[in-house]
């Protein structure tokens, strides 16, 4: 875990804003779960994933509750929506961190941010679309060009299975050629050999089924409205029939977006896809689901890599030098916020020489200065900080001076 501070904390707060945005454009309205839920919240995501069975920092709480940090916040958007029965479609959107142990390295961190969306209650594929088209047109605002978007079809639940069963009956007939890693995985959950990067798997992984065979005609029709859809909107994209999720509940569109700067073990900006059977897990209707999460942490990677993206310019308009004691700095100051504009000062009766220096480095446009004779004669300085001469102006008219002056 880490600390983020100036200027990546401005540039991180700057990214949920330009999200909040985009998604707040169309509709979507935001949740902010708990951080921490039962445990059983998030077990249901399936105990075969990673995720679940060695990530979760879950603990027992002082009242003898099995509690977890949240590893993501479809599971919490899916429990909010069991317990608040809102008018359908609800479309949420979130920000925030969650928490992973995971092994940390180049963006991957144990407590890292998302923002994401999430619909449920609507299965129509032009939604498909829009919430693809919704991440695609935040990377475009981030200014990030090297983004990749992936999509498959996991077909319907029924598909799927029949699929799973192909692929084990494909990967037990490898026998010892498959590494054990991946024979491991495979007595757990098929899908997840595909995601094996080891050599050996390689050539078996090449030569499995692919989901398209098990596709009903149902999830076909499906899938090919979204394809045409995001071929509407002019999104480019390529259909990677070895983009599985891992989880039980996935079913029809999945989607990733990949980065192109970042190394290929995490290079996934974001991914997500359409969902079913989680609500009903956590005590709700039959109730369909689709949304996306973005990591934010490796998607301010990318934007550093591709040099796009800086950090917000947050230095102050004015700064105050006030030689007489600090008294006025805090009236000049105190005035000067209240109307809007953004000012500082220093501290500690520093000198002159020492304030003017604090000023140049606080990036102010301006510094205005006040010192006894001006404390005197009823006035104040008023000193650009980037080229041009100073003036006076009456200490009454410092305000709508400085107004006239700064857009
Ligand atoms: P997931 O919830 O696993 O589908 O992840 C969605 C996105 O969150 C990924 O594409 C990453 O950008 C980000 N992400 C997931 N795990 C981590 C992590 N440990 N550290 C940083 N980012 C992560």
């Known amino acids: 875990m880490r600390d983020i501070v100036a200027p990546e904390s401005a540039r991180f707060r700057h990214f949920t804003e330009v999200f909040a945005e985009v998604v707040g454009a169309a509709g979507y309205q935001q949740i902010i779960p708990p951080i921490m839920e039962d445990l059983g919240v998030f077990t ?240 709700g209707p039959p109730t369909a689901g689709i949304g996306f999460a973005l990591g934010v942490d490796r998607t301010l990677l990318a934007c550093s890599d591709e040099g796009v993206f800086g950090a917000p310019d947050d230095s102050v308009d004015v700064f105050v030098v006030d030689t007489t004691g600090g008294r006025e700095a805090l009236l000049i100051t105190n005035e000067l916020r209240a109307a809007g504009l953004s000012a500082d000062r220093a501290f500690d009766n520093r000198s002159m020489k020492s304030q003017m220096k604090a000023a140049d480095r606080s990036g102010a446009t301006f510094a205005v200065i006040i010192g006894s004779d001006e404390v005197a004669a009823g006035t104040a300085v008023v000193r650009p900080m980037r080229g041009g001469d100073q003036v006076v102006v009456a200490r009454a008219e410092l305000l709508s001076d400085l107004k006239t002056r700064i857009p």
């Open 44 to 283: 249901r995501l399936g105990d075969a994933t990673d995720i679940v069975t060695k990530e979760m920092y879950d603990f027992v709480d002082k009242g003898g509750r099995h509690v977890a940090l949240r590893p993501e916040q479809t599971a919490s958007v899916c429990r909010a929506y069991v317990e608040l029965r809102p008018l359908t479609p609800w479309k949420t959107w979130y920000s925030g961190p969650n928490f992973r142990y995971e092994k940390p390295q180049r963006g991957r961190y144990r407590q890292f941010d998302q923002v994401g969306i999430e619909v449920l209650g609507a299965d129509d594929p032009y939604l498909d679309v829009e919430v693809i088209a919704l991440a695609w047109e935040f990377y475009r605002r981030l200014g990030l060009q090297q983004v990749a978007l992936l999509v498959n079809s996991l077909g319907e639940p029924d598909d799927r299975a029949r699929y799973v069963d192909a692929l084990r009956r494909h990967f037990e007939a490898a026998g010892d050629a498959l590494s054990e890693q991946s024979r491991e995985t495979l007595n757990k959950n098929p899908l997840r050999v595909l995601d094996s990067k080891r050599r050996e798997d390689a050539p078996i992984i090449a030569g499995a089924p692919t989901i398209d065979q098990f596709w009903s005609e149902e999830a076909a029709a499906h899938f090919a409205t979204v394809r045409s859809g995001l071929d509407d909107l002019g999104i480019a994209f390529e259909v990677n029939m070895r983009l599985v999720r891992g989880l039980d509940y996935y079913r029809r569109t999945t989607f990733e977006f990949q980065g192109g700067t970042l190394d290929s073990a995490q290079n996934a900006l974001g991914g997500g896809g359409r969902y079913d059977g989680l609500v009903e897990d956590l005590g």
